[in-house]
């Protein structure tokens, strides 16, 4: 008879145990989404911004909804000068340099995660401290460099900076990617006939696909994003970058607000699109490729 009573006794403290834990989570929670409004505000601002008419911009007296909404302000910034030629240069200097980095980093990261060569430890680990140097840094012997060889005012310049600048973590994030296959399935395509490299082109290859989007749209960000080298480089009006094109809706007579807000925001576009294409694999990279080093 006294069974029941002790059981219903022993749950009580557990249910007492498991309060705190429920009301850390609701702290978290909140806390979490706390984050996300302040992250997200500023975003929610441009676009805001951007569907604002003029006047209403200027005014001291700002609400977070504008009392009508326009799209002057984004016809205004498409028909600014420049606009498409802006838009081809960055489309040829990002795609170039995001494919040309995750095909010279996948090589990289397959020796490195693969082979055992002398100093492998030591270049891994000046990959990390090459990523820590600030771009301003080096700009001026960027500069000298790019000018003893051409590159200034040239998409290829460019091109060869913003590779270089996101190989070193792009390799790094998919080393850890490479490691984590087994090597027995390389070992069993070879014994079907493949080669090494077939090997790597027919299994691995594939297999790496998470990795690869992480590392690409962490590079894309970077060179979509970039504004000094690329103002320092390029030097004509017609092979501007976007980033560098906005610099025109700031005059000796003001700045136009609603149409550089706009702008803005078909800037960030086709970030968001790609990463909505990605982002499946993306979130399965930033994970899986860290299990071990």
Request: proline share 5%; hydrophobic share 50%; charged share 15%.
């Amino acid at each position: 008879m006294n069974a029941p009573e002790s059981s219903g006794a022993a749950r009580e403290p557990q249910k007492l145990r498991s309060d705190p834990k429920s009301k850390n989570r609701y702290v978290y929670n909140a806390l979490g989404v706390l984050t996300a409004l302040v992250m997200v505000f500023p975003v929610y601002w441009l676009v805001i911004s951007a569907l604002r008419p003029n006047h209403e911009i200027r005014s001291y007296d700002q609400t977070l909804w504008p009392s009508s909404i326009t799209f002057d302000n984004f016809a205004r910034a498409a028909d600014y000068e420049n606009f498409y030629t802006a838009i081809q240069s960055s489309l040829i200097i990002c795609i170039t340099a995001v494919v040309g980095a995750m095909i010279m980093a996948t090589v990289a990261a397959y020796a490195i995660g693969r082979f055992k060569f002398f100093g492998r430890r030591a270049f891994m680990i000046v990959l990390i401290m090459v990523q820590l140097l600030p771009p301003t840094a080096m700009l001026i012997p960027i500069y000298l460099q790019l000018n003893e060889f051409g590159a200034l005012n040239e998409y290829w310049g460019v091109i060869v900076i913003y590779l270089v600048s996101t190989l070193p973590f792009a390799t790094w994030m998919i080393r850890g990617f490479v490691i984590n296959i087994p090597k027995e399935l390389e070992e069993s395509a070879m014994v079907d006939g493949c080669s090494q490299m077939g090997a790597f082109w027919r299994v691995i290859f594939p297999l790496l696909a998470p990795g690869l989007a992480a590392a690409s749209i962490y590079s894309l960000i970077n060179a979509w994003n970039e504004y000094l080298l690329a103002y320092v480089v390029l030097q004509d009006n017609d092979k501007y970058t976007l980033n560098v094109w906005l610099s025109n809706f700031t005059t000796s007579r003001g700045v136009d607000y609603g149409a550089l807000m706009a702008a803005s925001t078909m800037i960030a576009i086709p970030v968001v699109i790609f990463f909505m294409f990605i982002q499946k694999k993306m979130a399965a990279g930033l994970t899986s490729g860290a299990v071990k080093g």
